[in-house]
């Protein structure tokens, strides 16, 4: 058990559901830099599996540490997750529980949790999550943007072609837009959402729970100057406004414009055409009779 002084409420929880089970998968959310964000649920089932598996075995070890929590651990990471997920699914069969812990946040949220969960759903193994810190949804709450609807987006591809592609896809999205980002990428990154989105609130939320916790609000073109003078540094989540609601007649676009504004962004002539008849809402054979008039 840990050694972290607990309230009169932990001590006294010997509630069955909150005993660990033999054979499950625990995702345990972790700080994503303030190393008080731990819930009791979170030190009480780490101290209480069987092994831990880590994405990052130094840095877990600092967090275990901070609540006397020792356990033999496992790594988990992206170049690896093949093998080592099989093998951590075959001690989860076994009877063995497992706490999985990423680099920081909710484990499967940009991150490869994602393809544990995966496996052990195809094999059998009950998975149980424990909630709480997240990137995305701090960032979320602290933008000031609308909180009501919003999209997910994670990382964006570092291929250019596919991430103007992505971009374009999105440009239309009347929910706030949600993105991960790292620093040295941030310019590159703003400079094609820009090209595709226009000018858009955005708030940059920085190291968000740590001492230089910072969110900036901005538009894109203002960041894009402000970005060129003051070096990003630092983690960082986007939070995007939405697109204006309003369909593409209304914006005065004809049909063989809207199709060529996806061909511009990289999409193939069919694509466009796809994309731009969902747009409207009307066949694709109608558009592609008009481009091909
Ligand atoms: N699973 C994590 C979660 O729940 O948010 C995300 C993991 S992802 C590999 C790492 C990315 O999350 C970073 O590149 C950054 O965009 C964002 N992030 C993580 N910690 C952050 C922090 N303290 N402040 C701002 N962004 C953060």
């Known amino acids: ?6 309230n009169e409420w932990e001590k006294t929880d010997q509630t069955e559901h909150n005993k660990v089970e033999p054979g499950a998968l625990y995702l345990v959310a972790t700080p994503i830099g303030n190393l008080a964000d731990m819930t009791y649920r979170a030190v009480k089932i780490l101290s209480e599996v069987d092994f831990i598996a880590a994405e990052d ?5 600092k967090l275990l540490g901070r609540y006397g929590i020792k356990k033999p651990l496992v790594s988990y990471f992206e170049h690896n997750k093949r093998e080592r997920g099989e ?9 063995e529980s497992c706490a999985l812990v990423t680099d920081a946040g909710t484990p499967a949220i940009s991150d490869p949790g994602e393809d544990l969960v995966v496996l ?18 701090t960032a979320l709450t602290l933008s000031g943007l609308p909180t009501r609807h919003f999209v997910f987006e994670g990382f964006l591809t570092t291929a250019r072609g596919q991430r103007k592609e992505r971009l374009n896809q999105l440009s239309d999205e009347t929910r706030t837009l949600i993105i991960y980002e790292a ?3 941030l310019t590159v990154t703003l400079k094609d959402i820009y090209e595709a989105f226009g000018d858009r609130r955005v708030a940059f939320c920085r190291e968000l729970t740590k001492i230089n916790e910072e969110v900036r609000v901005m538009t894109l073109s203002e960041a894009l100057s402000y970005y060129e003078e003051v070096k990003p540094r630092g983690e960082f989540v986007l939070v995007i406004e939405g697109a204006e609601e309003k369909a593409p007649e209304e914006n005065g676009m004809s049909i063989a414009e809207h199709v060529q504004k996806y061909i511009d962004g990289g999409m193939t002539k069919m694509d466009a055409i796809k994309a731009a008849a969902r747009d409207r ?5 109608e558009v592609y009779a008009e481009v091909n008039k």
């Open 120 to 137: 052990c759903r195809q094999s059998g193994v009950k998975v149980i999550s424990l909630p709480g810190p997240c990137a995305a949804i």
């Open 183 to 185: 620093p040295h990428k």
């Open 87 to 95: 093998y951590i699914v075959s001690r989860l069969k076994n009877g």
């Open 1 to 6: 058990m840990s050694s972290f002084k607990t």
């Open 57 to 61: 075995t130094r840095n877990t070890p």
């Open 281 to 285: 809402g009307i066949p694709k054979s």
